[in-house]
């Protein structure tokens, strides 16, 4: 088992004390669209669940390519995950800033470190 902790986000920021994991062993899709990716795992054998990232951007092209890039970022991390390359829960998003950084995601004409607006997990 491979566990990844996503901390929740909401208005650009870090909810103290709700972060989430996920095997990423049961990750089965991962799906961009607009502003959003949506990385859908299997709960058990019969639920399915979604961690979804909301994004913000100065036009839909950026909304795009940042989502793109979350997916890219996530993609990658599993796969180490996956190859024994990193031991422990690996923190997918430690701070904010950082986050950004080694996704590369921005908000043109936004404030610092805002392209991420929300993680959500249903």
Same mark, same amino acid.
């Given at each position: 088992?491979?566990?990844?902790?996503? $901390?929740? =986000?909401t208005t650009d %920021?870090? =909810?103290a004390n709700t972060p989430f994991y996920i095997n990423t062993s049961s990750v089965s899709?991962?799906? /961009? !669209?607009? %502003? /959003?990716? =949506?990385?859908?795992f299997n709960v058990d054998a019969d639920t399915p669940g979604t961690i979804t990232f909301t994004?913000?951007? #100065?036009? %839909? #092209?950026e909304k795009l390519l940042n989502v793109t890039k979350i997916a890219?970022?996530?993609?990658d991390t599993m796969c180490q995950l996956e190859q024994g390359l990193q031991r422990g829960v690996f923190n997918l998003i430690p701070t904010?800033?950082?986050?950004? @950084?080694v996704t590369?995601?921005?908000? /043109?004409?936004? @404030? %610092? $470190?805002? #392209?991420l607006i /929300?993680? !959500?997990i249903a």
């Open positions: 088992m491979h566990l990844m902790k996503i $901390n929740k =986000v %920021a870090i =909810v899709k991962i799906v /961009t !669209a607009a %502003a /959003t990716c =949506v990385v859908t994004v913000d951007g #100065a036009d %839909a #092209a890219d970022y996530f993609s904010i800033a950082e986050f950004h @950084t590369g995601i921005v908000h /043109t004409g936004g @404030t %610092a $470190n805002t #392209a /929300t993680t !959500a």
